[in-house]
């Protein structure tokens, strides 16, 4: 919402309206990914998809207010994403591929 990221299931609508909302189907398409979304496919920072969207947007969000982030500051701005698969590592390491390949 306007750029930073919220938590949708704790986040009431209503009291966004007018906002800048951006959700994961408008972030990019299979022809023209954003670049987070890209890195996930290249570095496999998806297994079963629970977590995928929220991981995908909270790193777009990091991005934005963090051009180069620390392996830290990536895990820090992911947290509070459940991954039922365990695959933190691989969506890190996804958010660093994009920071890297944005510069």
Known sequence: VNGRRVVSCLTLALLHDGDDVTTIEGLGTPDAMHPVQAAFVA????QCGYCTSGQ???GKALLLKNSEPTEA?????LS???CRCGNYNREVAAV???AAKSR
Request: with cysteine; net charge positive; proline share 0%.
């Open 43 to 46: 570095c496999d920072g998806y």
């Open 56 to 58: 995908i947007m909270s």
């Open 73 to 77: 500051q990536v895990r820090r701005g």
């Open 80 to 82: 509070g994403n459940l």
């Open 96 to 98: 660093l591929a994009a």
